[in-house]
């Protein structure tokens, strides 16, 4: 498995199992809980797995760029 951060602002973590064609595998929330899911399909297929910004070992530098969904900027 090689594991890593995506070098943009803040930082975005990510996993990738190689071993075919790709599948990428998340939710908005961590990659932990995937785990046993991207092991199985890592005998098939090449899985990558994240954690969004502001999970876990992701980073949001701003939280202030969060927009709620009428788009108006939290404050």
Partial sequence: ????TLSVTGG???AVRDSGPLVVVGAPMNAGPFTPLA????ADYTVVTTD???HLRSVLDDPLQIRPRGGE???
């Fill in 52 to 54: 969004p910004r502001g």
């Fill in 73 to 75: 900027r939290r404050n």
């Fill in 12 to 14: 975005i973590y990510y």
């Fill in 39 to 42: 092991q199985l399909l890592t």
């Fill in 1 to 4: 498995m090689i594991e890593g």
